[in-house]
């Protein structure tokens, strides 16, 4: 899971649209993203350049016991690795 406050309007579409090609938007600044390692590194590079100290970006690993205790209430739903199969 991924969150912002960034300061500067500009900067924060721009981390936002970043955050759009690796995960979804379950709120206005909180994106649920499923990355392998490699995937979270490049992520965390791509937007640690786009962050200025008065601007907050964290980032919050789930393992899979705390996935499976998410509650979710309304129209919404938990993101889930989708399967993939090439045929």
């Not at 500067?8 to 392998?36: H, M, N, T, W």
């Not at 509650?71 to 993939?84: L, N, P, S």
Request: aromatic share 12%.
């Amino acid at each position: 899971m991924v969150s912002y406050d960034i300061v500067d309007d500009k900067r924060r579409l721009k981390i936002a649209e970043k955050l759009e090609d690796y995960g979804k938007r379950v709120q206005y600044s909180v994106f649920e993203c499923i990355l392998d390692d490699e995937k979270f590194k490049e992520i965390i590079e791509e937007l640690a350049s786009l962050i200025y100290d008065e601007d907050s970006l964290r980032f919050y690993n789930l393992c899979e016991n705390c996935l499976k205790r998410i509650k979710v209430f309304g129209a919404a739903e938990i993101t889930k690795d989708q399967d993939v199969y090439i045929v």
